[in-house]
């Protein structure tokens, strides 16, 4: 008796119809951010490994290339310093796109966001002129 191997091979995925495309959530991210970056030459991105890297998740993959290192902005080790750095330049009217890498840093930063971003408004007489979206 011969043993066969089940080597069924899964049928590829499904083409969406015309029109619509399935796009990671990376994917989607990259081509945002650069659609943005395109209509507006404000708006920067920071963040650890940011640039020639792309990301840790492949959020930015390429946009180095399309925009230089002046509007992907690849900072140190320090998140309490690049969302002050973001919530500074946002006060000044540019429109920050700041990435942490993960949800866990977030708490080191909280000072920032909590003591300082939220209190500019109301501190600066609601004359900072920030649009906070």
Known sequence: MTDTL??????LPVEPEP???KLSTAK??????AQ??????SVFVMGEDVGPYGGIFSSTTGLIDEFGPTRIIDTPISETAFIGTG???AVEGMRPIVELMFADFFGVCMDQIY???AKIHFESGGTSGCRWS
């Open 6 to 11: 089940d080597t069924a091979v899964p049928p």
């Open 87 to 89: 919530i500074g330049a």
């Open 115 to 117: 003591n300082h971003m």
């Open 19 to 21: 029109g619509i495309r």
């Open 36 to 41: 943005q970056m395109r209509l507006d030459d």
């Open 28 to 33: 989607a991210m990259q081509e945002a951010i």
